[in-house]
Nanobody, 126 residues
Framework: VQLQACGGGLVQAGGSLRLSCAAS????????LGWFRQAPGKEREFVAA????????RYADSVKGRFTISRDNAKNTIYLQMDSLKAEDTAVYYC????????????????????WGQGTLVTVSS
């Protein structure tokens, strides 16, 4: 499975960006797809995830109310709409896909995911 993430760039604080991640294979109904990020000098952290069949979602507290994860079944693609961006959102954003069927409470854990995209850089200027 290959994941291709794109949509990163430079944006001013308060602005918006939409990331997309296309999977080379369709997701099975119980798979989870998620977004993680890694800022310079920091560990990778969870951002958002959804379960493919139910569409149920999970967000990190730091992005709740500002970011929205969604999917397009026909395109095997997930999106991350990022609004009200802050300087602390600056990071390389990675999309990921599980090989198994984690429950929604597990989707915030890196170990739930078997496949990772190459990352796309988001820079928010203050």
């Amino acid at each position: 499975v290959q994941l291709q993430a794109c949509g990163g760039g430079l944006v001013q604080a308060g602005g918006s960006l939409r990331l997309s991640c296309a999977a080379s294979e369709r997701a099975f109904s119980g798979n989870a797809l998620g977004w993680f990020r890694q800022a310079p000098g920091k560990e990778r952290e969870f951002v958002a995830a959804l379960r493919w069949n139910s569409g149920s979602t999970r967000y990190a507290d730091s992005v709740k109310g500002r970011f929205t994860i969604s999917r397009d079944n026909a395109k095997n693609t997930i999106y991350l709409q990022m609004d009200s961006l802050k300087a602390e959102d600056t990071a390389v954003y990675y999309c990921a896909k599980s090989s198994g069927f984690p429950i929604i409470s597990e989707t915030g854990l890196s170990r739930a995911y078997a496949y990772w995209g190459q990352g796309t850089l988001v820079t928010v200027s203050s």
